[in-house]
């Protein structure tokens, strides 16, 4: 759905885009991460048709983002980081001006402009001020207002910074619903926790490079490695780790309050002769557990570029 070829941008002599490609499929729902910075919004801006590349292109549902920028800003809904409200206006006013500028009048225009307050649960507040809302329903608002002209794309650029938890939660739920409603979306963060089980791929971006781009699991899975364990026993904990010491495959073991961290040589694959030694020794097993790798460490692993 979004083919990004060779993308450079520099600003003057500062490169902000360093030749990324990638390809984002119909109904992703693609995590754009990255440091404050990276790139981000510059790579968004490019594909909703706002700035032109360097060198490279990108194309939008096979519509180039620069010969046929018109195409491509029919099929995208575009939310930028920071938009001005109008806070002047009612929410319902709001909605049919931006509904007017798609060209839908009369009974099509009412029926879109709820659909859109239905779907992002701004009903109850349709003839609201929006100055009086929330920055959480204000986020929403500016959702419904790039869903009038029902995009199949939608670039959203860091839809829930400066959002309190609960804002955001909302936010994600909205998502979650554009998305099994078919949407492609591509949505940027600084933040990796607001992307996890949220995203079915991610790009990681630093500096303008990007350093990885693919499925959320593949990146995990990268990473896991399978070779480091928690275990956990009852009492004894001191015995247990001279246990584990002697082990052939145990490369170190760690104390951390009670918890085991047991570091596997690579390659190791029978871990089941651990609890074995254990049981065999006396010792009363609580626990034995491979460590779950969070977004965190595969983020921190893949832009170390221990992984390829
Ligand atoms: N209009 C601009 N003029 C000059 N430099 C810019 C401009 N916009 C962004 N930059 C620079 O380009 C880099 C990428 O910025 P940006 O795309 O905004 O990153 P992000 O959205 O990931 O924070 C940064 O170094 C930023 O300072
Ligand atoms: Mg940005």
């Known amino acids: 759905m979004i083919e990004i070829r060779g993308l450079a941008k520099s600003y003057g002599a500062h490169p902000a885009l360093q030749s990324l490609s990638f390809t984002i499929e119909a109904g992703d729902m693609f995590g754009l991460i990255g440091p404050n ?9 490019i594909l909703a048709t706002l700035l032109q590349p360097s060198q490279g292109g990108a194309t939008v549902d096979g519509h180039d983002v620069v010969r046929d920028a018109g195409a491509v800003r029919r099929m995208i809904g575009y939310m930028p980081d920071f938009f001005g409200v109008y806070e002047e206006l009612k929410v319902r006013e709001y909605l049919e001006f931006f509904a007017a500028t ?3 009048r009369g009974a099509k225009r009412k029926a879109t402009v709820d ?3 239905e779907l992002t649960d701004l009903k109850g507040k349709r003839d609201a001020m929006i100055a009086s809302l929330s920055r959480g329903m204000q986020q929403r608002l500016g959702l419904a207002r790039v869903l009038v002209h029902d995009p199949k794309v939608l670039l959203l650029d860091e839809p829930a910074s400066g959002l309190d938890p609960r804002a955001r939660i909302e936010i994600r739920a909205l998502l979650k619903e554009l998305r099994s409603m078919g949407k492609t979306i591509l949505i940027s963060s600084h933040i990796l926790a607001d992307l996890a089980d949220l995203c079915n791929k991610i790009g990681l971006i630093e500096k303008g490079r990007l350093l990885y781009a693919g499925g959320l699991k593949e990146a995990m ?3 896991q490695g399978d070779d480091l364990w928690f275990v956990e026993v009852f009492e004894e904990t001191d015995r247990a780790k001279g246990i584990l010491e002697k082990q052939p495959c145990v490369e170190a073991v760690e104390d951390a309050e009670g918890l085991l961290r047991v570091k596997l040589r690579p390659g ?8 074995q030694a254990l049981v065999q020794e006396g010792l009363r097993l ?3 557990k491979v460590a779950e790798v969070t977004l965190e460490d595969a983020f921190l692993r893949l832009t170390k570029g221990e992984v390829s």
């Open 286 to 288: 609580k626990l034995f």
């Open 102 to 104: 798609y060209g839908l």
């Open 268 to 275: 190791t694959r029978d871990v089941h002769t651990i609890p």
């Open 221 to 223: 899975a990268q990473v």
């Open 37 to 45: 910075g990276a790139g981000k919004t510059t790579l968004i801006r």
């Open 115 to 117: 659909g859109v307050l």
